[in-house]
């Protein structure tokens, strides 16, 4: 590949990193508050972002989540969200990987979904259990309130995963934009 085609591609990659994080900030911030904290749409975008950009979207996960948290009032979960999320978006991209024809199976996409999302949950509980946080029985109180965020992200995201815009935007595993086998005619 050359220098100039490398420059697109992570031009590309930056751009599609920036406008999923500015989604992920998006879906979080249309949520229902809770006791301790609120279920958002943020998970889903999440998931999407880790279809579209493989392990590379911990970058929108953990920046779109963490601004979410700062902005509406919750600075003490800034780091644990930085890192929960980046890593929900890391393993989901991940696991999300392309067969030879460029296509991810149903059960690549259920299976990685759901660990990214037992990471959400299993994550949240051990920082909030913290003695300077609320402590396990309190932390507990989340537990349901989060698996519900996480079973509609798998809900909603697994279905958009079909949907034929994102595949064109899909990145390979070297960066590259994917190309798809059926090329449409020039205007």
């Known amino acids: 590949m050359s220098n100039r085609n490398r ?3 992570n031009l590309k990659l930056i751009a599609y990193a920036g406008v999923l994080a500015a989604l992920v900030f998006v879906g979080t911030e249309l949520h229902i508050p809770t006791a301790i904290g609120y279920i958002n749409l943020g998970d889903l975008v999440i998931l999407l972002s880790s279809y579209i950009l493989g392990p590379l979207a911990l970058l929108p996960a953990a920046i779109g ?6 902005l509406a009032g919750y600075p003490q979960y ?10 929900m978006g890391f393993v989901a991209g991940s696991l999300l990987k392309r067969n030879a024809k460029g296509k ?11 660990v990214a999302e037992l990471i959400m949950i299993a994550g949240y509980f051990a920082f909030e259990s913290l003695p300077f946080m609320y402590g396990v029985e309190a932390a507990l109180g989340s537990v349901i309130p989060n698996g519900i965020q996480a079973s509609a992200a798998i809900v909603g995201a697994v279905p958009l995963m079909y949907v034929k815009l994102f595949d064109r935007y899909q990145l390979s595993q070297n960066g590259e934009a994917h190309k798809n086998k059926q090329k449409t005619a020039v205007s």
């Open 65 to 70: 989540s963490t601004l979410a948290d700062l």
């Open 7 to 9: 420059n697109k591609n």
């Open 104 to 114: 991810v199976s149903l059960v690549r996409k259920v299976s990685g979904s759901f």
């Open 78 to 87: 800034a780091i644990a969200t930085f890192l929960i999320k980046g890593l």
